[in-house]
Structures are given as structure tokens and as C-alpha cells.
């Protein structure tokens, strides 16, 4: 099953936009991302609806001595990957969702579901207010 459809089926019925989902499953990799890489780590993350995949890039700051691993990697390191590297340049890693461990894995899932049940709380409570507002 895809990555996307699957995410799709887990808040299905619960009235969500497409930009809402989106932000949603952005939300969850990002978690996710911190669980493998670190706290700091950066990403971008594409998702296309017609393919119904999603594409994960981590970004590292090449730089001469680490201070933050999840946001930066050492120039020696870099240079495996391409010679030509210098420091201030940054290294894109793509990331296969089926990379993630399980714990990394529960972790989107759980982050995806506290943000449908806030929208829900959300939603819940601008229709008491509206009920309020207009007695």
C-alpha cells in the first residue's frame, strides 16, 4: 500500500482538506525525522497526490567541525559523497519512508493523530462559539 493512501485511510472521515492532511503527514515525517537524525533535523518534504508517494530530503550543512549532527556534517564526509564540497554547502540525503524504523514509524502516526484531534477540538469549539455568539 502506499505511503500516502494509507495516511489518507488513517484520518479518513474526519473532514480533512487536502492542505490540512498534507501539513498533517509533513508534521508526522518531520518526527519521525527527529527520532532517526536528531531534534534540529531539516527536510524537505514532497508530496505528490498523482503518484500517491512522498519524497523526504534531508538537508546537512557541510561544515569543518560538527557542533549539530542532525543539522550538519563534517567536510571529510561530504567529500565521500562528492569531492567537490565546501564548507556552507548543503548535502541532500534522500530518505525512503521504509528507512524508518518502527519507532520512528509510530511516531508520524502518533503526531498525525494528536493533530486530527486538535483540529476536531478546534472545529468543536468555533461551533460553540458561533452558538454563543448568535443567542
Known amino acids: 500500500m502506499q505511503v500516502l493512501a494509507a495516511f489518507r485511510e488513517m484520518t479518513n472521515n474526519k473532514n480533512l482538506s487536502e492542505a490540512e492532511l498534507h501539513d498533517l503527514i509533513r508534521d508526522g515525517i518531520m518526527a519521525a525525522l527527529a527520532k532517526r537524525f536528531g531534534p534540529n533535523v531539516e527536510a524537505e518534504i514532497t508530496i505528490d497526490e498523482q503518484a ?41 540525503i534522500p530518505v525512503q519512508f521504509t528507512e524508518f524504523g518502527r519507532n520512528a514509524v509510530m511516531a508520524a502516526k502518533q503526531r498525525i493523530i494528536q493533530g486530527v484531534r486538535e483540529g476536531e477540538r478546534q472545529k468543536i469549539r468555533d461551533e460553540f462559539e458561533d452558538r454563543r455568539a448568535s443567542c
Not at 557541510?62 to 548543503?90: K, M, N, Q, Y
Open 52 to 92: 500517491g508517494g512522498i519524497q523526504i530530503v534531508v538537508l546537512k550543512e557541510v561544515v569543518e567541525e560538527v557542533e549539530d549532527p542532525s543539522r550538519e556534517i563534517s567536510l571529510e564526509e561530504a567529500r565521500w559523497d562528492d569531492p567537490d564540497f565546501e564548507p556552507g554547502d548543503v548535502l541532500e
